[in-house]
């Protein structure tokens, strides 16, 4: 019998310390950004191409301790590149962004625009400090106690900033705070936009504008694009962002204007302190101003923004009159035409497409030339279908309203129609539309007039709701409303009036 016996078991395993891996070595270098990790075949490759470092990791590989058996199994893989010549070229490093000169956003390094996500410009949006003073339509001679509200807005070219004209009505005082600022500048409002909710302010100290950048607008997004809303919503005195992507394109119903102009559908978080803010795209770019927002408990997450063509036309218009003028509308009440019966009766062929007039406001340009039952076939050469609607982009399609609204109060358009069984090419002007009832006062105090203890007002949308409350499209006389929801003016100057207050004087009496 031998001197040393065999032990029973196993075979000692090899000491931690000389165990080898079969991976190259990684040399680190004096800046961590410099190693790229890739997951391809398990390695990690560093993007320094030196020779040195790549003959030590190969000898690193491939010498063994002398002391390590042959272990069981498949024989062992060499790396595939073992000389710094063969070694395939260094991955690009990530890139990161940076602000760009034109206000938009800039990618830094070897990535292409493509790869990584642009960083909007955040520091061009600022927070907007309103003092409103509203009027009092029960007592018109006096206004209401002051209260101060905030939203956001942001820098445009030209020393302006953009915000939502709900965010200053019947402003007393507006002021401005930079991103990381604790200084509030003091603004000078130059134009509101009621109708399409846009406001445009101004800056005189030099000092806000040093070192902001203003931005940059993009197209009108495609569905599903992605947006990113920036803003100083309720919740917090910093900078928001919120992201989602745009759900629908259409003719909405703007609430402040009460009128209906293009808009943004999008499920980004829209909340109170939102509006004004900037929303911009996966470029970088502005496409929108967030304005309002869908409260139902049975809808989440639906907000609005006012699209660049809306944006666009607001700011030409007032570079092109110096004032802002208004959106043109055509001064028509139509009707479908999907009816294949009402078509009959209208003499229309089968090839034609269109919408019936039901009614002509007789303040309007229109009512010159159009006449109640005109079928409106196309407008600036656009054919119109018989929904009322005009071909917008692929496989798109808008309401006919949209073209209008892309002209200038005084411009002309032209218009084909159908008149027993003729079809007549007329040029009509468009000028803005007047309600008999108004929507909005335009900023303006109400105007009254009292004689011997009686108090006249002039009716329009917010004395009912002052007068009434936020429901008063039912708790208003049924006369007011009626007036409101289907009368039209009759003469250019025409007003409805009301004893809005008895004077106690004569209660008295």
């Known amino acids: 019998m ?40 398990v390695e990690i490759i560093p993007t320094t191409t030196n020779p040195s470092i790549s003959s030590a990791a190969a000898t690193t590989t491939n010498n063994h301790h002398p002391d390590h058996r042959p272990r069981r199994g498949r024989p062992r893989k060499h790396p595939k590149h073992e000389t710094p010549e063969e070694k395939p070229p260094p991955l690009p490093r990530a890139g990161h962004c940076r602000p760009a000169e034109n206000g938009g956003a800039d990618f830094a390094g070897d990535v292409e625009p493509g790869v990584a996500r642009v960083v909007p410009a955040m520091d061009a949006v600022v927070k907007v400090f309103c003092v409103h003073t509203e009027p009092n339509f029960s007592l018109p001679w006096q206004r209401k106690r002051q209260y101060s509200s905030s939203s956001s807005g942001f820098a445009i070219g030209g020393r302006r900033v953009l915000t939502n004209a709900h965010s200053v009505e019947h402003y007393t005082q507006v002021k401005l705070k930079k991103r990381g600022s604790d200084t509030k500048y003091l603004a000078t409002v130059l134009a509101i936009g009621t109708e399409c909710d846009i406001a445009m302010l101004t800056v005189e100290d030099d000092e806000f504008w040093e070192g902001v950048l203003p931005v940059e607008f993009g197209e009108l997004p495609a569905l599903q ?25 259409e003719i909405l119903s703007y609430v402040h204007g009460s009128t209906e102009l293009l808009g943004l559908q999008i499920d980004a978080a829209i909340n109170s302190g939102n509006s004004g803010g900037p929303a911009f795209n996966d470029k970088g770019k502005c496409v929108g101003i967030a304005f309002q927002s869908l409260k139902h408990e049975d809808v989440e997450n639906i907000g609005y923004v006012i699209p660049t063509p809306v944006i666009m036309h607001f700011i030409q218009d ?14 028509v009440e139509w009707q479908k035409m999907e009816n294949p019966d009402l078509r009959v009766a209208m003499s229309m062929k089968a090839d034609q497409k269109g919408v019936r007039i039901r009614r002509v406001d007789p303040t309007a340009p229109e009512s010159e030339v ?3 039952s005109d079928i409106i076939l196309s407008f600036d050469g656009i054919d119109i279908a018989n929904d009322g609607t005009v071909p917008f982009r692929h496989g798109e399609r808008i309401g006919f309203s949209y073209l209008v609204s892309q002209k200038y109060t005084g411009d002309s358009a032209a218009v084909k129609v159908l ?7 007329f040029n009509i002007t468009l000028a803005t539309h007047r309600r ?13 007039y009292i004689i011997a203890g009686f108090v006249f007002s002039t009716v329009s949308v917010p004395y009912l709701r002052s007068e009434y409350g936020k429901d008063y499209e039912y708790e208003a006389p049924v006369k007011l409303l009626d007036k409101l929801l289907y009368s039209m003016p009759q003469l250019p100057d025409e007003q409805l009036v009301v004893v809005s207050q008895v004077s106690s004087l004569l209660e008295l009496l």
Do not use: M, Q
């Open 419 to 425: 008149r027993d069984s003729k079809i007549l090419n």
């Open 370 to 372: 159009l006449k109640p």
């Open 2 to 41: 031998s001197e040393h016996k065999r032990k029973r078991g196993r075979k000692p395993k090899i000491p931690d310390a000389e165990k080898t891996l079969d991976l190259p070595s990684i040399a680190a270098s004096a800046d961590d950004d410099d190693v790229v990790f890739s997951v391809s075949n």
């Open 318 to 331: 007032y570079e092109k009159n110096g004032a802002y003028t208004g959106f043109p509308l055509l001064g």
């Open 436 to 448: 008999l009832i108004p929507s909005h006062n335009k900023g303006r105090p109400p105007s009254y």
């Open 225 to 249: 694009d992605a947006v990113t809303v920036v803003g100083y919503p309720i919740g917090g005195d910093t900078i928001s962002v919120t992201s989602g992507v745009v759900s629908r394109i």
